[in-house]
């Protein structure tokens, strides 16, 4: 076979910009990716051969398509609904579904791509896919819901399968949701597969999922620090977010004896000094899942707590940080207040919550900080171990479960240990451990298949 000139790293992302016009949030995730992987592949022919980066930059298939609705008022509404498969080289096509007014197809592909990666990370057989909608589900009635999801899976259901892309939730997709598309699903195929994970504990779902990112999460922030001889007993934490991730992230500092200090949602952050207790963080779960209200009511609830509108809680002195909302909520500037207010460890609950600008000022400064794609790979995993037990049609226990999810937060950190470390250095690179560790496995089953 003709051997290609190695490409150069401005060439290539040249390519992926003029191949993704107006696509951001994708270049930025491929950029984040290939700025480790040019050095780990640079003597490694066979990766150059078979064109491995170019043929990662570019998803295996994008499927988009319109989603028409009525309203309570008999209004007929169209949304724009997609499926990102990105890549299926080590198992079905795995990643979650969003419904926000943010989602765009540039979203989805990062979402996509760096699902690849995490997957990939947790040992399990998956792939990597993402989907969702420009629906807000918010302000909208149960009923609303509900014939938004069956409209979207009607459309969804001819793409996915238990061994062809087993979708998840994300933001504003949570059980309420995956209930009503799990349930179109069976009624159109006439099937009870493991078509969805996030499912209801009554239908198939599987122990500890809901919990699984956020404790995922601190669990692998408690590996960093314990590799330093540190713990998060007795420190103060910063959360972003006030969902699925971030209460369970409160959750789990608070049981290893950490103090959490702040939450927020898209209008702002509480902050409360005395810390946000379980008895608190209870209460929030019930507030934003079953009220669906706003974070802001949190001061009128407990006293001593102050509300910050508009604004994001890293200006906020603490040892450790979980951003754990969004994309893109951390840039260069709150990096740097975090590091200069004595923050010794970041661990991201949400999908690229840090910008690059961000990433290189955590990566010069040599903090402890795990990316996304390594921290909150324990909601995937869990999503795994529910494909796994749907096939045998068995169901495992809390205890089996708790265990197999912290021994794969383990073998994830290691992994990133592995492939992070600098000779002569005790410092880890959590960020290039995470991409080359990731990328090595489908990149070598991607070999095995020859040019596919
Ligand atoms: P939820 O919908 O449960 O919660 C999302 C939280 O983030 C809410 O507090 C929401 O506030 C806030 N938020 C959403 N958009 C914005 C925004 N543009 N600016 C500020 N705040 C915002 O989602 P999850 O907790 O499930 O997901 C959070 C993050 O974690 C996402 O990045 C997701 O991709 C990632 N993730 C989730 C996994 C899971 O298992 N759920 C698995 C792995 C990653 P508001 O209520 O105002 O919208």
Redesign the pocket.
């Known amino acids: 076979m003709a051997v290609l000139d190695h490409i150069d790293f401005a060439r290539f992302i040249e390519g992926v910009k003029r191949r993704n016009p107006g696509q951001p949030e994708y270049v930025q995730a491929v950029q984040e990716v290939a700025e480790d992987i040019f050095d780990f592949i640079q003597d490694k022919e066979e990766y150059h051969e078979y064109q491995i980066l170019r043929r990662i930059a570019e998803p295996d298939r994008v499927v988009s398509f319109r989603v028409c609705w009525q309203d309570d008022k008999g209004n007929v509404r169209v949304q724009r609904g997609w499926r990102v498969q990105n890549s299926n080289a080590i198992g079905p096509y795995k990643g ?1 579904i ?1 419904f ?1 007014p ?1 989602v765009t197809e540039s979203v989805l592909k990062f ?1 996509a791509f760096e699902q690849t990666f ?1 997957n990939s990370l947790t040992g399990l057989p998956m792939g990597g896919g993402k989907g969702g909608a420009n629906f807000n589900p ?1 302000g909208k009635s149960d009923h609303e819901v509900m014939r938004f999801c069956q409209s979207f899976m009607t459309e969804l259901y001819c793409h996915v399968g238990a061994d062809i892309d087993v979708p ?7 059980a309420r949701e995956i209930g009503y598309m799990f349930g179109q699903y069976k009624r159109i195929t006439n099937k009870f597969t493991g078509v969805l994970t ?1 499912k209801g504990l009554e239908y198939g779902g599987s122990l500890i ?2 919990e ?3 404790y995922g999460a601190t669990y692998f922030l408690q590996n960093m620090l314990e590799r330093v001889g540190n713990s998060i007993d007795g420190k103060t934490c910063v959360i ?8 369970h992230a409160a959750e789990k500092i608070n049981h290893l004896g950490g103090k959490v200090l702040t ?5 702002g952050f509480i902050h409360d000094p005395d810390g946000i207790d379980p008895e608190k963080v209870n209460w929030v779960k019930q507030h ?2 079953k009220r669906r209200g ?2 802001a009511d949190y001061v009128k609830q407990f006293k001593g707590a102050k509300f910050y509108e508009g604004k ?1 809680p890293w200006g906020v002195k603490c040892d450790l940080a979980m951003p ?4 893109n ?1 951390l840039n260069g500037e709150d990096t740097k207040t975090l590091i200069n207010n004595g923050c010794i460890a970041v661990a991201e ?5 840090t910008d690059l600008e961000g990433v290189h000022v955590f990566k010069s400064a040599k903090i402890l900080f795990a990316p ?1 794609k390594a921290a ?5 995993a869990v ?1 795994g171990l529910e494909m796994s037990q749907n096939s045998a049609r068995i169901s495992w226990n809390e205890e089996e479960l708790q265990k197999l999810l912290t021994d794969i937060m383990k073998g994830i950190h290691d992994s990133c240990v592995e492939y992070g470390g600098t000779r002569g250095s005790e410092h880890i690179d959590y960020v290039r451990g995470a991409n080359i560790a990731g990328f090595k496995k489908m990149a070598d089953a991607m070999l095995a298949y020859g040019v596919v």
Not at 168 to 174: H, N
Not at 240 to 247: C, E, L, P, Q
Not at 263 to 267: H, V
Not at 376 to 380: H, P, Q, T
């Open positions: 979650g969003r926000h943010s979402l995490k918010k998840a939730g994300d933001i504003g997709v949570g996030g999922r809901t699984a990112t956020g972003s977010g006030s969902g699925n991730v971030a209460t939450l927020s949602d898209s209008a934003k899942t706003r974070i994001r754990c909302a969004t994309e909520e609950g949400a999908n690229m919550p996304g909150n790979g324990g909601g995937v999503s």
